[in-house]
């Protein structure tokens, strides 16, 4: 029976220490997970047991205050379960609440229902400019070029700029067919997207597109693309790289918003067109 025995050497000893270690962490995660979403349903679950079917005007301000502090937390789920509960009891600030819940299913990726949400929203308040924006953000990205023409369109007909919403559906035409005939010269942010396109294509003759590259040098810093900018526009990278160890990051120019990520759409406003980038000092 000796063979039954494993002695703390033997490699298959190592293996089952190893695979246990790696299941007892596996249901420890499991399990703390389930308390904390059984938590969080009883933190709500108190919450809207405190409210009256009929809500008055007093305490909708509340309301709303409470569901944004969840957003502003990223605990969009929890933002979820109070605006749909609020919105089966007549809640006066209907309106709010619909925009709230659209904000909260985008930040869990429920676009599909975030869609749903902000056309509800536009039915009882056509000209809600920012209802309009957070379609055309969400038709962005899935990347429905029609119905981004058609935001454009309400968007121009109420006064607004759509310069920059037209550039980027342009943009996204050209990746798309990989035609770049296609490409409208409308402003400085259809420059800096066809020179994306150029880089990202290495398309080395871009003279004939009159681009001030040094307008647009982040495109070369995101990518680091050094080899480009020396072997094709012939500029020698150091010349215009930042001489201090640094981060990238990305603000918008309406809200203020930072993000690490880049995107020409504001993640918060919704805004194209309107992110800078900035250099963060690396410690």
Request: hydrophobic share 35%; net charge positive; glycine share 2%.
């Amino acid at each position: 029976m000796d063979f039954v025995f494993l002695s703390y050497k033997d490699p298959l000893f190592s293996l089952i220490v190893f695979f246990s270690l790696i299941f007892i962490l596996s249901v420890s995660n499991y399990s703390w997970g389930i308390i904390s979403k059984n938590k969080n349903f009883l933190l709500i679950k108190k919450f809207l047991k405190n409210k009256p079917n009929n809500i008055n005007n007093e305490n909708q301000k509340e309301d709303l205050l409470v569901i944004e502090s969840y957003i502003n937390k990223m605990e969009f789920h929890k933002a979820i379960s109070i605006t749909l509960n609020l919105l089966s009891k007549n809640h006066e600030q209907y309106k709010e609440l619909l925009n709230l819940l659209s904000t909260s299913y985008i930040g869990v990726g429920l676009l599909g229902k975030a869609r749903a949400t902000c056309i509800e929203h536009l039915k009882i308040d056509p000209k809600n400019i920012y209802a309009l924006e957070k379609l055309l953000y969400i038709y962005i990205t899935q990347n429905d070029i029609k119905s981004m023409k058609d935001i454009s369109g309400v968007l121009k007909e109420l006064k607004l700029d759509t310069s920059h919403i037209n550039s980027y559906i342009n943009y996204l035409e050209i990746c798309s067919t990989n035609d770049i005939t296609l490409y409208s010269h409308q402003n400085e942010f259809s420059k800096k997207l066809l020179l994306q396109y150029l880089i990202s294509n290495n398309i080395r003759d871009i003279s004939k597109y009159n681009i001030d590259i040094t307008k647009h040098f982040d495109l070369f810093l995101e990518k680091n693309n050094e080899s480009y900018l020396n072997e094709h526009l012939k500029i020698k990278f150091q010349e215009y790289k930042p001489n201090f160890e640094y981060n990238l990051m990305y603000k918008c120019k309406k809200c203020n918003e930072l993000n690490w990520i880049k995107s020409y759409i504001c993640n918060k406003c919704y805004n194209v067109g309107s992110t800078n980038i900035i250099f963060e000092y690396r410690t």
